[in-house]
């Protein structure tokens, strides 16, 4: 089992800056795969970013050139840097990770607001 626990949500002025952290335990050495997913309201979850054990990075093209993802492999975190913020990434982010053996784990979410 993998828990995962996010933190860094918040309300932020368009065109300002998050940082979200998600820090995972348990059964670490199953896991292959770790990143973040969003839903906003009335909506369906969309992929947003995900990074492997071995640095390799995919995302979204809605958020290419502004956000970033990062892991800090000892730590067991995992972060999304997120610039330029538009009022349409309000959204809830999830923080989610695969196993080598493609179970899928979640975290609960944080809320991000992007509005004036």
């Known amino acids: 089992q993998v828990q995962l626990v996010e933190s860094g949500g918040g309300l932020v002025q368009p065109g300002g800056s998050l940082r979200l952290s998600c820090v995972a335990s348990?059964?670490?050495?199953?896991?292959?795969?770790l990143g973040w997913y969003r839903q906003a309201p009335g909506k369906g979850r969309e992929l947003v970013a995900t990074i492997t054990n071995g640095g390799s990075t995919n995302s979204a093209d809605s958020v290419k050139g502004r956000f970033t993802i990062s892991r800090d492999n000892a730590m067991n975190t995992v972060f999304l840097q997120m610039n330029s913020l538009k009022p349409e990434d309000t959204a809830v982010y999830y923080c989610y990770a695969r196993s080598y053996g493609l179970l899928d784990y979640w975290g609960k979410g944080t809320l991000v607001t992007v509005s004036s």
């Open positions: 348990g059964n670490m050495f199953s896991i292959r795969t």
